[in-house]
Nanobody, 119 residues
Framework: EVQFVESGGGLVQAGGSLRLSCVAS????????IAWFRQAPGVEREGVSC????????FHGDPVKGRFTISIDIAKNTVYLQMNSLEPEDTAVYSC????????????WGQGTQVTVSS
């Protein structure tokens, strides 16, 4: 069973930074992509960033390009999301999920970690 445990969220002022961590366990042999998603109240879940564990390719959604960076420490089974220049619009619960590739169907979302950006 795939499980993700996210941490690192909190309250930060606009313009500030946070680094989120996502520890993975039980990944299937064909789970080659891990992504961060976010969901704000009353808003559909949105893909933020994705990293391929197979070839290292990275994808960022347009709202976060140039501000967020996704990375992975395979030895620690941990995916990170460095978030800089945070904006109030980034306020959401951030969670991880896995898929066979970054454009595939994701599964096994974690509980998430709350990020709140004050103006």
């Amino acid at each position: 069973e795939v499980q993700f445990v996210e941490s690192g969220g909190g309250l930060v002022q606009a313009g500030g930074s946070l680094r989120l961590s996502c520890v993975a366990s039980g990944l299937a042999s064909d789970d080659y992509a891990i992504a961060w998603f976010r969901q704000a109240p009353g808003v559909e879940r949105e893909g933020v960033s994705c990293i391929s564990t197979e070839d290292g390719r990275i994808f960022h959604g347009d709202p976060v390009k140039g501000r967020f960076t996704i990375s992975i420490d395979i030895a620690k089974n941990t995916v990170y999301l460095q978030m800089n220049s945070l904006e109030p619009e980034d306020t959401a619960v951030y969670s991880c999920a896995a898929a066979t590739h970054c454009s595939g169907r994701f599964h096994s979302w974690g509980q998430g970690t709350q990020v709140t950006v004050s103006s």
